[in-house]
Nanobody
Framework: QVQLVESGGGLVQAGGSLRLSCAAS????????MGWLRQALGKEREFVGA????????YYVDSVKGRFTLSTDNAKNTMYLQMNSLKPEDTAVYYC???????????????????WGQGIQVTVSS
């Protein structure tokens, strides 16, 4: 049984920062590609970024490059998404995802991920 539990969301002003955490159980984060998707109200889910097994490679969608940073803590079996210089357009429900194939480059299609967290709200006010 794989469980992904997100935390760290909330309300922040534009230009601020948040760090999302995704604690995994049932799988070791270093063995799989993991990532984040998000869904804004009224929009389709979109791929945000992913980190390869063992954290060697990272991929970000253009809209967050230079502002968001992925990392993992193997001792805590947790993945993080550090979000800086947040913009109102970053407002969405963010989902932690895991690809059990471990393939790289990462899947960018939301439906290709095997496991999802419950989602966490991030709201950026202008």
């Amino acid at each position: 049984q794989v469980q992904l539990v997100e935390s760290g969301g909330g309300l922040v002003q534009a230009g601020g920062s948040l760090r999302l955490s995704c604690a995994a159980s049932g799988r070791t984060v270093s063995d799989y590609a993991m990532g984040w998707l998000r869904q804004a109200l009224g929009k389709e889910r979109e791929f945000v970024g992913a980190i390869s097994r063992n954290g060697i490679s990272k991929y970000y969608v253009d809209s967050v490059k230079g502002r968001f940073t992925l990392s993992t803590d193997n001792a805590k079996n947790t993945m993080y998404l550090q979000m800086n210089s947040l913009k109102p357009e970053d407002t969405a429900v963010y989902y932690c995802v895991l690809d059990k194939s471990g393939n790289w480059p990462p899947q960018k299609t939301p439906g290709m991920y095997d496991y999802w967290g419950q989602g966490i709200q991030v709201t950026v006010s202008s």
